[in-house]
Each structure stands twice: as structure tokens, then as C-alpha cells.
């Protein structure tokens, strides 16, 4: 079948990935493209078991990269990428509509105390954008 992906959205959140998985299906063949919904410690061990999976990508924590690395019985050959530690960066792009932009950053960054592993960590811009997006954020971060 050549190179597959199984996905596993995070728990919360679910219904924002419909046009993810609206373009998934619109852009690769049946099949490509796997979608597994449930908790991640129930599901994924399992999969990981059977050997056949070569790259791992994860954006929670290495612990859980290494608990699912253990899974593997040739763990030598798992390629580990996207270790992002639950780092999740924004990215912004110059046609980005800076106003909405800026309050869905600091909701996604704020909310829930920043504690949920899918809180954003971090922005990535343009050069162009960058003063004009750090000071808009601090306008409204400052108390």
C-alpha cells in the first residue's frame, strides 16, 4: 500500500479538525490517511505492538514517546519525529487577519491556565509581522 499514517486527534477539540479530515479525504487515496479516535494509552499500544509502525510523531511529552517507543519490538528502528514537548507553536502568516489572530493566540495560550498540553507555547511569524503582532499583544496583555 505504500506509506499510511494513522492520526489520533487529541480529546478535546475533536469537531475543530472537520476540515482537516475534509482535506484528507479530498487529497490522498482511501486508506493513506487513518483516523483513530479514542484514548490515546488504550488505543495506541496496541498498534505500536505490531512492529509496523516506522515513524512515530508526537506532540506530547517525550515521556509518553518513550512509553509508546517501548511498545515497539524493534524500538532501534522507530524513527521519532515532531518531539515538540507540548510546545505548540501558532503560526501566522502574512495574510492572517491580525485582529482575530491576536485574540485567538492569547485564548489558546490563556485558557485553562495555559495547563492543557494543547495550549499554545509559542508564535511563529513573518519578519514583517512581528512588531506590529508584539505590540498588539502587549496592548492587551498589560493589566
Given at each position: ?76 528502528r ?9 510546545k ?27 495547563q ?28
Open positions: 500500500m505504500g506509506n499510511t499514517t494513522i492520526f489520533k486527534p487529541a480529546k478535546h477539540g475533536v469537531l475543530l479538525i472537520s476540515p482537516l479530515l475534509k482535506a484528507f479525504k479530498e487529497c490522498f487515496p482511501p486508506g493513506v490517511v487513518n483516523i483513530l479516535f479514542g484514548r490515546g494509552r488504550k488505543i495506541c499500544p496496541p498498534i505500536m505492538k505490531t512492529g509496523f509502525v516506522d515513524v512515530l510523531a508526537l506532540i506530547g511529552h517525550s515521556s509518553s514517546a518513550v512509553a509508546l517507543q517501548d511498545q515497539h519490538p524493534n524500538k532501534n522507530l524513527r521519532l519525529v515532531l518531539g515538540l514537548e507540548a505548540n507553536p501558532a503560526i501566522i502568516l502574512p495574510d492572517a487577519d491580525l485582529d482575530l489572530t491576536i485574540q485567538e493566540c492569547i485564548s489558546g495560550s490563556l485558557s485553562y491556565n495555559g492543557r498540553c494543547t495550549a499554545l507555547k509559542f508564535c511563529m511569524c513573518m519578519n514583517l509581522l512581528q512588531m506590529n503582532l508584539t505590540l498588539s499583544l502587549q496592548r492587551l496583555l498589560i493589566i
